[in-house]
């Protein structure tokens, strides 16, 4: 649990105001993932996109200094070397 709230640290931003948007089931992409005996859904219009279109999607965040998908790699790489 403790990894978990390490992410969720890192990503949130004080300065930002966080909007809750409500949509119907039917807008709603996600895809569910199982890792040992955790599950996780991600809800995100990208679970529509190929491998390819995905990748090149990541690649042109990443150049442009998408500063929630760089805070979140960086979120999942410390919570990967604290686990060793």
Same mark, same amino acid.
């Given at each position: 649990?403790? !990894? ?41 219009? !990208?679970?529509? !996109? ?29 919570? !990967?070397?604290?686990?060793?």
């Amino acid at each position: 649990m403790k !990894l978990q709230l390490l992410a969720i640290n890192r990503v949130v931003h004080p300065d930002s105001q966080h909007i809750d948007g409500v949509k119907g089931e039917e807008d709603m992409k996600s895809k569910k993932y199982t890792f040992g005996n955790s599950t996780v859904i991600v809800h995100s219009p !990208l679970v529509d !996109l190929s491998k390819k279109d995905r990748q090149n999607w990541y690649k042109n965040e990443w150049k442009k200094g998408n500063r929630v998908l760089k805070e979140i790699v960086s979120a999942v790489q410390d919570c !990967l070397q604290n686990s060793n």
